[in-house]
């Protein structure tokens, strides 16, 4: 059962940060770039408060289970609703405590110290949680009429679209002693291996022109305008990834078979099943997505690459040309100040009541922005809990790309400030809607920046920066997705040698990226060190959602909609208490309807278009 909310990662990548207290990392011009202050979680690993939240959590969750297990059916609907309440308390006491060890080990999980501190936390809660199960498993008992009769109290009706969640995994839920024996042993299954992986990555190292440095600058290089330096990056990430391999591949088949033992003893009809259910959306509605968008490879990708090769002077393109700076395009360094001054005036354009959210995270140590030893790559915006605050973590290096990745996690932290007001329990936002806040937020930003710009070649190059990005946000993540399930339905004949891996990600990135490209071996151990496919399987096609439904809603805004922000500002603040047909609704969107991804997906080739123009 997935009620276990604490222990749930970020909505974007993992993380990284000081312990307590801001730190500072220098910025291109002499500034420092802000570290998070996680204080307002707890003031450092050996904080009272820390053990004293734990103490009487577990004290709470003996009692609730003294008070209710067993007796769930007898209770009036008054009292459900006062048990409900309970046990958000206790949940969110766990929450806090998860979300801090999991922040601190994604600032540093090279940190010895950190990462014993993580897994003990993480054991805590486990323990803890054993006398919560119940609850859950205890909920999905209750016969549909009974429960429909205790709604009709209004203390009850409050908490419908939480029952409704939890409700959902009645199909799937097992016997009460193998849910607890499943739930005890997690600690030393997936979450050991997803731990294995994130300390493996942290501790890599990768030597550049004479330079040792962490796999997240050594990628950030293939990103150099001298092509030379591309290359060179992309080779050295792949004779580290080579060197490492084996555990890799073990660290997927082992947690690829773990799945297919889950799934099968709830009996998903496929490996991407639980996780459409998680997200509430019908399998169909995926199937739709990914095909309108493989179906779209040629006209999207394909095509854009083609002009890519042919700008750049080039018969083929190498997979460290994919995210190469066109020609022209300035190497210019934005500051961390200017990126931020760009990000506020996009959201205070879209709406005040949107500015000033960002403008709280902007001046406040929310942010952990620099890239540092042992920090994750990639960036995510944690939601915490809602008596304290979300976190942000970034590995800025002065590229627009990290100006449009501030604005995309800021756009989530909006999200997840505004949900909050539903509380624990009810704020958690389905990955399929958490990215729409994200993506809605890089377009603006986007706009802003292409409204502003009255040189005719700039304009060209902000466009196909665009583009990339969308690219990289629709298209490589359902070639993700495709990998992750030939991986998974290929792991059910047996165990997948490192060869084999590689050669589905050969295939995948062939069929998506198109014949611009040339891809030379080392390219085919780069599935690796992607860490949705560790944490979240089949986490990706969710960014491809967001994007689609955020192009088709922005276009709705750019028609003029009567009072878009207001509707907009509303479905954050529903956070997961609605699902995405209601959210939708008001802007006369429907993501079931065969056309919808379509209108997302006409948006990017309408974009290409115009750059074939130029």
């Known amino acids: 059962m997935e009620h276990t909310a604490h222990f749930s990662r970020s909505l974007s990548l993992p993380l990284m940060a000081a312990e307590a207290g801001p730190a500072s990392s220098s910025d291109q011009g002499g500034a420092h770039l802000p570290r998070w202050d996680l204080s307002a979680l707890y003031a450092g690993m050996d904080d009272p408060r820390l053990e004293a939240d734990l103490a009487s959590a577990a004290q709470d969750a003996k009692e609730f289970a003294k008070a209710y297990q067993g007796r769930l059916s007898d209770l009036s609907g008054a009292e459900l609703a006062q048990a409900i309440t309970r046990f958000e308390g206790i949940e969110e006491k766990l929450g806090r405590a998860g979300s801090y060890a999991s922040l601190l080990f994604a600032a540093d999980s090279s940190d010895s110290s950190i990462s ?19 609850f859950g498993l205890e909920l999905n008992r209750l016969e549909e009429a009974d429960l429909q009769a205790k709604l009709d109290d209004p203390a009850l ?9 939890v409700r959902m995994y009645r199909p799937h839920q097992l016997g009460d002693d193998v849910e607890k024996v499943l739930l005890e042993k997690s600690v030393t299954g997936a979450q050991a291996w997803c731990r294995l992986f994130d300390e493996t990555i942290a501790a890599l190292r990768v030597t550049v022109d004479g330079q040792t440095m962490p796999v997240g600058d050594a990628l950030n290089r293939l990103s150099d305008t001298d092509r030379s330096v591309r290359e060179r990056a992309g080779k050295a990430v792949g004779a580290v990834f080579e060197g490492n391999v084996r555990l890799f591949a073990l660290i997927t088949n082992t947690l690829a078979k773990d799945k297919s033992i889950s799934d099968g003893l709830r009996h998903f009809a496929r490996p991407t099943s639980s996780r459409n259910l998680s997200n509430m959306v019908e399998d169909g509605v995926v199937d739709a997505l990914v095909s309108a968008v493989r179906t779209d490879y040629p006209r999207l990708s394909h095509r854009y690459y083609s002009l890519k090769a042919k700008w750049m002077g080039l018969d083929k393109l190498e997979h460290w040309d994919r995210n190469a700076p066109l020609p022209g395009c300035e190497d210019r360094k934005i500051p961390w100040t200017e990126a931020k001054d760009i990000v506020q005036k996009a959201y205070d354009g879209f709406d ?7 403008t709280i995270f902007l001046t406040n140590p929310w942010i952990d922005v620099p890239p540092a030893p042992g920090k994750s790559p990639g960036a995510f915006a944690h939601p915490t809990v809602p008596s304290a605050h979300p976190y942000i973590l970034l590995n800025y290096h002065g590229r627009i790309r990290d100006v449009m990745t501030l604005a995309h996690e800021l756009g ?18 389905p990955l399929t809607l958490a990215e729409t806040a994200s993506v809605f937020g890089e377009m603006l930003t986007f706009q802003s920046l292409l ?13 196909a920066g665009k583009v990339e990005d969308m690219l990289n946000t629709v298209v490589r993540q359902i070639a993700f997705y495709e990998f992750e399930t030939r991986v998974h339905d290929e792991r059910k004949k047996g165990e997948l040698l490192p060869e084999r891996i590689g050669e589905i990600w050969r295939a995948v990135q062939t069929e998506s990226l198109g014949p611009a490209f040339n891809f030379t071996p080392e390219y085919d151990v780069f599935w690796a060190y992607i860490p949705h496919f560790i944490h979240s399987p089949f986490y990706v096609y969710a960014y491809a959602f967001g994007d689609c439904l955020v192009n088709a809603l922005y276009k709705v805004f750019s028609e003029g909609a009567p009072g878009f922000q207001d509707k907009y500002i509303a479905m954050l603040e529903a956070g997961g208490t609605l699902r995405h047909k209601e959210l939708l609704a008001p802007f006369g969107l429907d993501a079931s309807d065969p056309g919808f991804w379509r209108k997302g997906l006409d948006v990017i080739s309408g974009f290409i278009d115009q750059l074939e123009q130029d």
Not at 352 to 358: F, Y
Not at 451 to 463: I, N, Q, S
């Open 451 to 463: 409204d502003g710009e009255k040189d005719p070649v700039r304009r060209k190059l902000l466009l």
């Open 116 to 134: 014993r501190f993580s897994q003990s936390i993480n054991e805590r809660l486990t323990d803890i949680s054993a006398d919560l199960l119940f």
């Open 157 to 165: 009706a409050r908490w419908q679209p939480y029952l409704r969640d």
């Open 352 to 358: 005040p009541r949107m500015g000033k959210v960002i």
């Open 412 to 429: 989530h932290g909006v999200h997840q400030v505004l949900a909050a007001r539903q509380g624990y329990l009810m704020s958690d936002t």
